[in-house]
């Protein structure tokens, strides 16, 4: 039997509303520790984002080596395999892969490519074998996050990773033994048939043009562990693709998110059916005061009833909190008042956002709610969509839309955005 414990999304280096989370990302690392000791896995797999700059600071390196250096002496018998993510630096990643390698710790972040250009689907297999009976062996694709130039010119980024994925899947599969080794799948991609969060972050760093879809991709695969988004979901059209999730909850739109590490068994080249979500505990989950709008009276009443500092013990999370308040019309001083309400909590303000009611459209007399906030977390594409109904009182036609769609893209690629 081999034993899988898997995690993405680390970003270690972030910052949440100005805090920094050096000390949510090491506490989250000693946590995978104890996770590690308590299955006893045979691998450990990270799919992606470890850190949250392609130029992280020396802190945050500090941070990853030393998980790794104590990781490598507490388990000398476990194999650990990272990949590369969308906000990692490959080559940086990379850089030191020939010493890790003498640890056991296998790092893909740069496709390799024979001399007439064909990429090395070798460089990318690596086995897993178990502690306890070394001869079970499984396979392990490790596919980092492709750019531009990793994959056939001329084709969109979906495409372009779909014939990707599925030729690295057949070049394993020529490599394996189908009856008895698994063939465990890491990447990092935005799978069609995922989920992520209404007005999320994640929309406007992924964009749908980046979805990959997975229908020519061989269903052999044993198991699929994907890093890029941050919830943990399984993939509606492949039931064995799944998002471990990320590490720590990367804005408020996350805040109903699960977060730790996922556990599976395989056992004669298939999954046995045990598998097991590891919930990792936060230093400071995710508060929004109240969960809707309200006037800002009702709010700072509520603000008021919140638990003091002098009241909670040094053991209770200590939360991250946003304020959410309805207005009619601006009103001078707002945040001032949280701030004054909220000196004596036991909380860490993030941000206070302002609603307004808005008519939704001329003569329907439907009332809705929108914020600043949301309107910079929206899909490029959605704000079009917004502006030009609007401004015509009817939906883009679909011709228009892919125009758009074309733009943007166009528009990320000039700015190198990721």
């Known amino acids: 039997m081999i034993k899988i414990l898997a995690t993405s999304d680390w970003h270690l280096g972030n910052t949440f509303h100005g805090f920094d989370r050096q000390e949510e990302h090491a506490d989250f690392l000693r946590w995978l520790l104890g996770a590690v000791g308590q299955k006893n ?20 390196q500090e941070l990853y080596y030393s998980f790794l250096d104590t990781l490598t002496q507490r388990f000398p018998q476990l ?9 990692d630096s490959a080559a940086r990643l990379e850089a030191p892969r020939l010493m890790l390698e003498r640890h056991r710790v296998y790092v893909r972040g740069l496709i390799r490519r024979q001399e007439e250009g064909n990429f090395l689907p070798d460089d990318l297999l690596l086995p897993v074998c178990s502690a306890a009976h070394p ?15 990793d994959f056939t010119r001329g084709m969109s980024y979906g495409e372009g990773v779909g014939e990707f994925l599925r030729r690295a899947v057949e070049a394993a599969n020529l490599r394996r033994d189908r009856s008895r080794e698994a063939l465990i799948l890491m990447a990092h991609l935005y799978a069609t ?14 964009g749908g043009s980046e979805m990959v879809s997975l229908d020519e991709i061989d269903e052999s695969v044993t198991l699929a562990l994907l890093g890029h988004l941050h919830r943990n979901q399984k993939v509606s059209v492949r ?50 005061v109240p969960p809707k709008p309200l006037p800002l009276t009702e ?30 019309a601006p009103v001078a001083g707002i945040n001032k008042q949280v701030e004054d309400v909220l000196q004596s ?19 329907d007399g439907e009332v809705v709610l929108e914020s600043v906030d949301d309107l910079l977390t929206l899909d490029p594409i959605e704000v079009i ?14 011709e228009l839309v892919e125009l758009a769609r074309r733009a943007v893209e166009a528009a990320r690629r000039e700015g190198g955005n990721e």
């Open 299 to 328: 709010v700072l009443d509520l603000l008021r009833a919140l638990p003091d500092k002098d009241k909670m013990s040094e053991e209770e999370p200590v939360p991250y909190l946003e304020v959410n308040v309805l207005l009619d």
């Open 79 to 87: 194999q650990t395999i990272i990949i590369a993510g969308n906000h």
């Open 41 to 60: 896995p045979d691998a450990l797999l990270v799919s992606g984002d470890i850190f949250d700059s392609s130029n992280p600071s020396a802190a945050s």
């Open 385 to 398: 969509r917004k502006s030009y109904q609007n401004k015509f009182r009817c939906e883009m036609r679909d």
């Open 135 to 149: 001869e079970e062996r499984a396979w392990v694709l490790a596919v980092p996050y492709l750019r531009d130039g």
């Open 345 to 363: 909590k036991n909380v860490r303000l993030c941000r206070t956002v302002i609603a307004y009611r808005v008519q939704q459209s001329a003569g």
């Open 239 to 288: 039931e064995n693709w799944l998002y471990p999730g990320s590490a720590l909850p990367m804005s408020f739109a996350e805040k109903g998110y699960r977060h730790g590490a996922v556990y599976y068994e395989i056992e004669d080249g298939r999954l046995n059916g045990v598998s097991e979500f590891l919930d990792y505990p936060l230093q400071h989950p995710l508060v929004s």
């Open 193 to 206: 048939g995922s989920e992520i969060a209404e007005n999320s972050s994640e929309r406007i760093v992924i």
